[in-house]
Structures are given as structure tokens and as C-alpha cells.
């Protein structure tokens, strides 16, 4: 076979051996899994991305040029932290599988949360002090 | 190592090849969302705005030329029990939404609308 046995790591480069931090190769499902959840956080920064870009975009004849400019960069932000940190979150739980311990808490969640509220925040001000 | 035709085979009642790789086409989908909505931009920042649509195509077009062979290691890694997790497929696509968030915030706050 042309690939070596991956339980021995002897199929990996050393790069990639240093980054996983040894340990041994956990149930494959478990490795798909981890990277569909990866992939599902890195939809999550695509489409928060694309909204950031479509508020600076689209929204010149509604709201005012610093209100566009808010809501956009800390939608940019947003999708720039939770794009990031899907890469790390993937990698601390590979390393955590691969040493069979518990797996690491998403952080990127909360921070998901919250910057959702805050751009929520946001709009509910703007909306309340133009009605005004 | 069983195959049908070209595409080998594995006994995984939960499906984790498939559904892995239907989670990277949806990715790709999302890319080329992303990248019609930084067509907008192209008449107010020009050659700019073209550089993010192209990098967001070209990530979204790398996608789908190697999602052949993710979806055949993954069904190797059913089989045989272990597979080497793709760093390098997760890195790439992670690092460039971020190359994609940093210009978009550059463009909002640094270049005019023209």
C-alpha cells in the first residue's frame, strides 16, 4: 500500500505530527465530524461576512454612512474572529481526541452570541432614536 | 480494498463520507455567495473589490478540484479504521476567510466610496 498505516503517524510529515501534538489517530467518524463543525463555523463567518459587505453595500439610501460603517465592521470583525477560531477550535479538538481527554469548550460561541446582540443592539438604538 | 467503478466503498451505516463531503460542497456555496456580494462593490472600488470576488472563487474552485480526493481518503479512513486529519485543507479555507474579513474591513473603513 502506498500510504503507511496513519495509527502509526508514519504517514504524516513531521510538520504535521509537531502540530497535532502525537497522540494516536481517533475513530475516523470523529475526525469527519470534527471537520463537518468545522465547516459549519466557517459558514457561519462566511454568511456574517457576506451581511457586513451587503450592509455597506446595499443599505447607502437607509442608513446613514457611520451607521453603515458600524453595523459592516463589526459584522467583518465578527466573521473574522469566529473564521479564525473555527481553525483552533477544529485543531484543540483534534489534539484533545488524539489524547482522549475531554474536549475544549467552544469559545467561539459566546462570542458569537454576544456580537449577534451587539449588532442587534446597535440596530434596535439606531431604530429607536429615529423614530424619536 | 472494495470499490464500485472508480469509487471505493466503505460500510459506514452513518454515511460520514458522503455527509463530510456534501458539508464542503455547501462551503463552496457559501464562498460564491460571499464572492456575488463583493460584486457590488466592483463599481465603487474597481480592480479592488475584483481581487476579493476572485480570491473568494478561487478558494470556493480549490474546493471542489480536490473534494474527489478528501471524499476517497475519508472512505480509506472508514476502512481502514484511522485517517490523518486534513490540516491543510482546514488551514487554507480558515485562512482565507480571514484574508477575506481583514480586506472587507479595510475597504469599509479605509477606502471611499466612489
Redesign the interface.
Known sequence: MA?A???SGG??SGL?AR??LGGT?P???F??????T???W??T???L??G???V???M?DLFGPELR?TI??LL??L??VI??G??FR??NV?RAMRHKTPLPLPWIAPILAAGGALVAAVMVVFVLVRAA | MPTQGNTPTHGDAGLQPERTDLAWGRTTLSLVVAAAIFLRWMPHHGWFAGTLVAAAVLTALAINLSRRRRLHSAIRGIQQNAMVPDIASTAAVAASVVVLAVLGIYTVLFLPLT
Open positions: 500510504d498505516d496513519p495509527r504517514g504524516r504535521s502540530i497535532l489517530e475513530d475516523p467518524r475526525t469527519l465530524a470534527n471537520e463537518r468545522f465547516l459549519a466557517i459558514r463567518s462566511l454568511a461576512l457576506a457586513g459587505v451587503a455597506e453595500a446595499f447607502a460603517r459592516a465592521v467583518l470583525m466573521a473574522l473564521g479564525g473555527s481553525f477544529w485543531l483534534e
